[in-house]
């Protein structure tokens, strides 16, 4: 096992004396390039974790690509569900969600993973190189130049976000 499964496994406490339970954390960065059929190679430590069917998706501010595994997307779309449907605005955002939402994807004998043409055309454009990166909970596939300019957007931020993560720390104690 490398260091990066070690380091983003965690397991639960038991709770009324079941197992533990395993929680998959995504972490780290790779940059890929799509081929001219719009296959990306997933990076092994992602693909094991993400299992051999998974969701795509896309991310919740619709500007990257999200591949889910089965359990947590189960768990977006009960946070969906409970959003309501009577809500014109959720429905007509829901509605755009589910129509760039593939279940069932596989990886190929060489780990690449096909992103279906509609989902790539929206949120990638016409970008073939990509980060792959780890979300917590899925891995995020965004277009470089849109993780470029989003790390420089953080970097302007960061002295205000450490002064309210220090914040929120102070509060905690």
């Not at 296959?39 to 896309?58: D, H, T, W």
């Not at 780990?111 to 990166?133: H, Q």
């Given at each position: 096992?490398?260091?990066?499964?070690?380091?983003?496994s965690?397991?639960?406490?038991?709770?009324?004396?079941?197992k533990?339970?395993k929680?998959?954390?995504?972490?780290?960065?790779?940059?890929h390039?799509?081929?001219n059929?719009?296959?990306?190679?997933?990076?092994?430590?992602f693909?094991?974790k993400?299992?051999?069917s998974?969701?795509?998706?896309?991310?919740?501010?619709f500007?990257?690509?999200a591949?889910?595994p089965?359990a947590?997307?189960?768990?977006r779309?009960e946070?969906?569900?409970?959003?309501?449907?009577l809500?014109p605005?959720v429905?007509?955002?829901l509605?755009?969600?589910?129509?760039?939402?593939?279940?069932?994807q596989?990886?190929?004998g060489?780990g690449?993973v096909?992103?279906?043409?509609?989902?790539r055309?929206?949120?990638?454009?016409?970008d073939r190189d990509?980060?792959?990166?780890?979300?917590n909970?899925h891995?995020?596939?965004?277009?470089?130049k849109i993780?470029?300019?989003?790390?420089?957007?953080f970097n302007?931020?960061?002295?205000?976000l450490?002064?309210m993560?220090?914040g929120l720390?102070?509060?905690?104690?």
């Amino acid at each position: 096992m490398d260091d990066q499964q070690t380091n983003d496994s965690r397991k639960s406490a038991p709770e009324d004396g079941q197992k533990p339970q395993k929680t998959t954390r995504f972490i780290g960065s790779y940059n890929h390039s799509l081929d001219n059929k719009g296959r990306l190679v997933i990076p092994q430590g992602f693909r094991e974790k993400l299992g051999n069917s998974f969701c795509i998706a896309p991310s919740f501010d619709f500007k990257s690509i999200a591949l889910y595994p089965p359990a947590m997307w189960e768990k977006r779309n009960e946070a969906y569900e409970r959003l309501g449907t009577l809500n014109p605005a959720v429905n007509r955002y829901l509605e755009q969600f589910y129509a760039l939402s593939y279940d069932g994807q596989s990886f190929d004998g060489q780990g690449r993973v096909l992103l279906p043409g509609n989902i790539r055309s929206r949120i990638l454009k016409d970008d073939r190189d990509v980060e792959i990166t780890g979300a917590n909970d899925h891995v995020r596939v965004v277009a470089e130049k849109i993780s470029d300019s989003s790390w420089e957007s953080f970097n302007d931020e960061l002295p205000a976000l450490l002064d309210m993560i220090a914040g929120l720390e102070n509060r905690a104690e």
